[in-house]
């Protein structure tokens, strides 16, 4: 029973082909296409109006420089969003539950803002290592900690987002089992298992969003370091 729990977060293969690019890629096509009409849609509008204020919100700590960063930040935020939303549903996967994917957009993206610091400031990125003022004693231990810290980064922002999505798959799976369970020896207890599991439901609507939003804002705060 305990590994059944699991089986949900292997990667699906079909033949012995992996689906898991493919269910990177389909979520793409539920997104409307930009027309030329001078009226467009709700769907459409809605779209662009979250998608202004989104860059919006995320831009405006940067400098121009940054700014550039706004189209790929922006895809990498609904992308996320769209694969975490729809692996909410039933007998989907979920790609952002494997950490070798999370760590594949964590680790590129974190070591491009490094190296855009110290090409463009590396003055100021060294200087990060080592806070103003610091005793001369303490010098050699804080710059091992803030190496390592710097290092440590793209690993958390992988592991958060795989932590928070693998732990809601599991909890929803335990509640719904335990209804199932439930449902002939306790009917009362059930649906009262059931109620809770549709408020976890909205809950992990909301986490699949706000991972999503936390994993492209936390890399925009490691390119506002450089920049």
Do not use: C
């Amino acid at each position: 029973m305990n590994l059944s729990f699991f089986d949900q977060f292997l990667s699906p293969s079909l033949l012995g082909i992996p689906l898991i690019v493919l269910a990177i890629t389909i979520p793409w096509m539920i997104f409307p296409t930009p027309s030329n009409r001078w009226l467009n849609n709700r769907l459409t509008t809605l779209q662009t109006w979250f998608i202004n204020r989104f860059t919006y919100q995320l831009m405006q700590p940067l400098n121009m420089g940054g700014h550039k960063w706004a189209t790929i930040l922006t895809t990498l935020m609904l992308f996320l969003i769209t694969i975490n939303l729809l692996g909410l549903l039933p007998y989907t996967f979920t790609p952002t539950t494997q950490l070798s994917l999370n760590m594949a957009f964590a680790l590129p993206l974190w070591l491009t803002t490094v190296l855009v610091g110290m090409i463009n400031q590396p003055t100021m990125a060294l200087g990060h290592l080592l806070p103003e003022g610091t005793p001369t004693l303490l010098v050699p231990i804080l710059i091992i900690i803030e190496t390592i810290s710097l290092f440590i980064r793209p690993l958390a922002l992988g592991v958060r987002l795989t932590a928070n999505l693998t732990a809601g798959h599991l909890l929803m799976q335990l509640i719904a089992t335990a209804a199932f369970v439930l449902i002939t020896i306790m009917p009362t207890v059930a649906l009262l298992t059931s109620l809770i599991l549709f408020l976890l439901t909205i809950l992990e609507v909301a986490v699949a969003m706000i991972q999503a939003y936390v994993f492209v804002l936390l890399l925009s705060l490691y390119l506002q370091e450089n920049v």
